[in-house]
Structures are given as structure tokens and as C-alpha cells.
């Protein structure tokens, strides 16, 4: 069974600092990762997945994550943080054809 | 290409009615699944579907809940009885079907039970 931790269930950062949101995960199998986000009242929109080819994964709007196997991380990050990325950010974890497996989420506050 | 499409957005109903969610996947997708999103939590899988074949229905209350996926038109999930505690908000996701399993999320159904 997969598992997803997402450590932090808020974050803030000031305009224009490094964004790091952590996500750790369980598997018993190669694992598929993903970082999704959500704005307020929206659906989810996918940032950038990891299925076992470059362990670093560049995604839209400017986030990346590195995949660690020795540490089951994937975290997400953004040198340079923006007023529009306030939001909720999912990461989730899936094996093949299978359901996604999401952590509880980080909600990110950008302050000016 | 038309993203994934659900409707209604918004469904208010009364405790003991039935609500009816629907989901019209991707062109070209052939994989379903439902999630639920309770207030200030992630989302939880409910259901894995096919076309006219339900794969994975482990994260499905026993009761009330039903799902289908027919061969024509939406993919359509009911709840029969609504109780307070079904005020969620619904997302469908599809999937081509492509190993890496990336899945495209429709903007959610928003149940309100009064």
C-alpha cells in the first residue's frame, strides 16, 4: 500500500524567498509521484510528476522537485516565491494504473 | 481538447434526496475516478471505473453510494439518502490509460446537504 506525508499543513514565505513544501512517501513498488495544486473553490491542476526517468522534475510556473529514493522524498520547491502561488499544493503517489494516493496538503501563504 | 467536464458545480439538497454527480472525461479517455474532498482535508479515492466495468471500488461507503461509467454518455456518481456528512466536494479525474497514470482533474461538484 502507498502512503503520502506532507509535513506542514501551512506555510509562509515572504514574497520573493524559496518555497519548500516536503512530501514523503510509502511503497512497496517503484512509485509515480505528483505534485498538484488548488486554488480556492478550483479543481486540481497537476505541477509535475516523477515516473522514473530524471530524479529532478522541472514543472509549470517555475516549481521543481527532486525524487530521492534514499530518503522517499519528493519535495517541491521554488527559488523565488509569487503572490499568485498562495495556494494548496497535493502531493500524491500512484502505482500504474492505480488510484492516486494523496497527502492531507500545504497551504501556502505569500506575503508583500 | 475539452478538459474534464462535471456537472452541475454547485448541488444543494436535503437530508433523505438523492444527488446525482456527472463527469465527462477527456476525449480520447477511457479511465474514471471519483475523489472525495472533505472540508479543510485531501482527497480521498472512492472509485476506479472503465468503460461499463468497475475496477477499483475499495474507497466506496457500502452504503448509498453507487458509480457507473456506461458505454454512452457521462460517467455518473449517485448518493442515494444524503446525510450531513455527504457535503463534500466531488472531483472526477480521467487517464488515457498510459502507465505513468496521470491523471486530469475536473473542477468538482460542491454538495451541500441541508
Known amino acids: 500500500a502507498q502512503s503520502v506525508t506532507q509535513l506542514g499543513s501551512h506555510v509562509s514565505v515572504s514574497e520573493g524567498a524559496l518555497v519548500l513544501l516536503r512530501c514523503n512517501y510509502s511503497?512497496?513498488?517503484?512509485?509515480?509521484l505528483f505534485w498538484y495544486v488548488q486554488y480556492p473553490n478550483q479543481g486540481l491542476q497537476l505541477l509535475l510528476k516523477?515516473?522514473?526517468?530524471?530524479?529532478l522534475v522541472k514543472g509549470i510556473n517555475g516549481f521543481e522537485a527532486e525524487f530521492k529514493k534514499s530518503e522517499t522524498s519528493f519535495h517541491l520547491t521554488k527559488p523565488s516565491a509569487h503572490m499568485s502561488d498562495a495556494a494548496e499544493y497535493f502531493c500524491?503517489?500512484?502505482?500504474?494504473?492505480?488510484?492516486?494516493?494523496f497527502g492531507t496538503g500545504t497551504r501556502l501563504l505569500v506575503s508583500p | 481538447n475539452a478538459g474534464v467536464m462535471q456537472n452541475p458545480r454547485h448541488l444543494v439538497r436535503r437530508r433523505g434526496q438523492e444527488a446525482r454527480l456527472r463527469c465527462s472525461p477527456m476525449?480520447?479517455?477511457?479511465?474514471v475516478y471519483w475523489y472525495r474532498q472533505l472540508p479543510e482535508e485531501g482527497l480521498k479515492f472512492m472509485v476506479y471505473?472503465?468503460?461499463?466495468?468497475?475496477?477499483?471500488e475499495s474507497g466506496m461507503p457500502k452504503e448509498r453510494f453507487s458509480a457507473e461509467f456506461p458505454k454512452e454518455g457521462p460517467s455518473i456518481l449517485r448518493i442515494q439518502q444524503v446525510v450531513r456528512g455527504d457535503s463534500a466536494a466531488y472531483f472526477c479525474?480521467?487517464?488515457?490509460?498510459?502507465?505513468?497514470?496521470?491523471?486530469?482533474f475536473g473542477p468538482g461538484t460542491r454538495l451541500t446537504v441541508l
Open positions: 479525474a480521467s487517464s488515457p490509460g498510459t502507465n505513468n497514470n496521470e491523471q486530469f
Open positions: 511503497s512497496s513498488v517503484p512509485p509515480y
Open positions: 516523477y515516473t522514473s526517468a530524471a530524479t
Open positions: 500524491a503517489v500512484s502505482t500504474g494504473f492505480q488510484k492516486l494516493v
Open positions: 476525449k480520447g479517455h477511457s479511465h
Open positions: 471505473l472503465q468503460k461499463e466495468n468497475i475496477i477499483d
